[in-house]
Antibody, heavy 121, light 107 residues
Framework: QLQLQESGPGLVKPSETLSLTCTVSGGSISSSSYYWAWIRQPPGKGLEWIGN???????YYNPSLKSRVTISVDTSNNQFSLNLSSVTAADTAVYSCARGAGIDYYYMDAWGQGTTVTVSS | DIQMTQSPSSLSASVGDRVSITCRASQTISTYLNWYQQRAGKAPELLIY???TLQSGVPSRFSGGGSGTDFTLTISSLQPEDFATYFC?????????FGPGTKVDIK
């Protein structure tokens, strides 16, 4: 059974870079059938799609974050990562990774539990 | 960006009740609509994709319908494990966007 697990610091200082890793187990991140996604949910707010990456490294980012986001994939370790630069308190959220699937219809069929990141000095 | 709204924002129901949740898109999205369930403290789970296709392993009491801008998630007979928050999400165009969620709790 596919499992995704987020890891990274729970506290990041303002203006610094938030870095998270998602480790995939029970399946290969190198499959051409899937994308790998990051989503976040600020406290008291809705879910926000951050972006996707394919196994080959093709990326799609939310324009609202595009200037600050980098998503990368490490096929040798079956992981993918999120870097979000110049963070502010508004970036405080639960960050989740997920697998994106589907050919004509895109959906996220497996999610990690999520990890809370607080931006504070 | 396509804005997604849901109604109601919360509802109280009893085991065995039939429950319906509505999701509306700010522009037409054909049937590019997914539904997710999130139990407290757990990761979201995909219930339905392409507006009406049940994800493998999801009980048949869940069903989805609609196209264009208006969509519905129906639970035909609410079970104790169904008390959770439900989100819709459009995959018609990026950035993919989610509804604010509907919390279903016990009456």
């Amino acid at each position: 059974q596919l499992q995704l697990q987020e890891s990274g610091p729970g506290l990041v200082k303002p203006s610094e870079t938030l870095s998270l890793t998602c480790t995939v187990s029970g399946g290969s991140i190198s499959s051409s059938s899937y994308y790998w996604a990051w989503i976040r949910q600020p406290p008291g707010k809705g879910l926000e799609w951050i972006g996707n990456i394919s196994y080959s490294g093709s990326t799609y980012y939310n324009p609202s974050l595009k200037s600050r986001v980098t998503i990368s994939v490490d096929t040798s370790n079956n992981q993918f990562s999120l870097n979000l630069s110049s963070v502010t308190a508004a970036d405080t959220a639960v960050y989740s990774c997920a697998r994106g699937a589907g050919i004509d219809y895109y959906y996220m069929d497996a999610w990690g539990q999520g990890t809370t990141v607080t931006v504070s000095s | 960006d396509i804005q997604m709204t849901q109604s109601p924002s919360s509802l109280s129901a009893s085991v065995g009740d039939r429950v319906s949740i509505t999701c509306r898109a700010s522009q037409t999205i054909s049937t590019y609509l997914n539904w997710y369930q999130q139990r407290a403290g757990k990761a979201p789970e995909l219930l339905i994709y392409a507006a009406s296709t049940l994800q493998s392993g999801v009980p048949s009491r869940f069903s989805g319908g609609g196209s264009g801008t208006d969509f519905t998630l129906t639970i035909s007979s609410l079970q104790p494990e169904d008390f959770a928050t439900y989100f819709c999400q459009q995959s018609f165009s990026t950035p993919f966007t989610f509804g604010p969620g509907t919390k279903v709790d016990i009456k």
